[in-house]
């Protein structure tokens, strides 16, 4: 079947660097996607989403670009902290015939980050 | 006033035995999820249910049973474990309409022995 997987499993960066964490998906028909992050020893938290109609969307030190033409989702992450190291997820939902009714997420594989102070 | 709860932390038991983990959300959210994330990491949905439908993925056993007493709790009843069981389910919740964003709860760490 169709999933949404990342490029790199592991990301190392310096304190203060600017992160870029990228995802690749595949079931075109998608039109919601979210960013989670998950620390050690907790549940995903909620970063940032954007809808297909969009192309980039910007919350506090994260965007989220989206380059529908690749199937392409990318998280930039600015000024880099230690308390940004965890796994970033990326979940898309797709549309109702596949599960999506109920707003059902498919994650990617994720990416762990990791700030070198 | 956590949002989305679940008991116990930490599960340890015997292959063969029944288990039940719970779920409370105290967000009035509409739809409430169960996941499992297994020890590389990758996170699979394993039902969804609001007060409408349940909709349970494909490749979960019959031996997971999803229970909801009301809208705000969805517990997760395993019959007969299996060491293949040992994961760590998380649950979550999210409210209808736009925004699809699930709330997750702090997971449940099964180790079936």
């Known amino acids: 079947g169709e999933s949404v997987g990342l490029h790199l499993p592991t990301l190392s960066v310096q304190e203060g660097d600017n992160s870029i964490i990228n995802c690749a998906y595949s079931?075109?028909?998608?039109?919601?996607f979210i960013w989670y992050k998950q620390e050690s020893g907790k549940g995903p938290q909620f970063i940032i989403d954007?809808?297909?109609?969009?192309d980039k969307r910007q919350g506090q030190r994260v965007t989220v670009l989206l380059n529908k033409t690749v199937k392409h989702l990318s998280l930039q992450i600015a000024a880099t902290q230690p308390g940004d190291s965890a796994v970033y997820f990326c979940?898309?939902?797709?549309?109702?015939?596949?599960?999506?009714?109920?707003?059902?997420?498919?994650f990617g594989k994720g990416t762990k980050l990791s700030v070198k102070p | 006033d956590t949002a989305v709860s679940q008991t116990p932390k930490y599960l340890v038991t015997q292959m063969g035995n029944d288990k039940s983990i719970k779920c409370e959300q105290n967000?009035?959210?509409?739809?409430m999820y169960w996941y499992k994330q297994d020890s590389k990491k990758f996170l699979k949905i394993m039902f969804s249910?609001?007060?409408?439908?349940?909709?349970i993925n494909e490749t979960v056993p019959n031996r997971f049973s999803p229970k909801s007493p009301d809208k705000a709790h969805l517990n997760l009843h395993i019959n007969s474990l299996e060491l293949g069981d040992s994961a760590v389910y998380f649950c979550?919740?999210?409210?209808?309409?736009?925004?699809?964003?699930?709330?997750f709860g702090p997971g449940t760490r099964l180790l079936v022995l």
């Open positions: 979550a919740s999210r409210r209808d309409g736009y925004h699809l964003g699930q709330y």
């Open positions: 079931n075109s028909a998608s039109d919601y």
């Open positions: 954007i809808r297909s109609n969009m």
């Open positions: 979940a898309e939902t797709p549309p109702s015939n596949y599960g999506g009714s109920q707003g059902n997420l498919i």
């Open positions: 967000l009035g959210h509409d739809t």
């Open positions: 249910y609001n007060n409408k439908e349940l909709i």
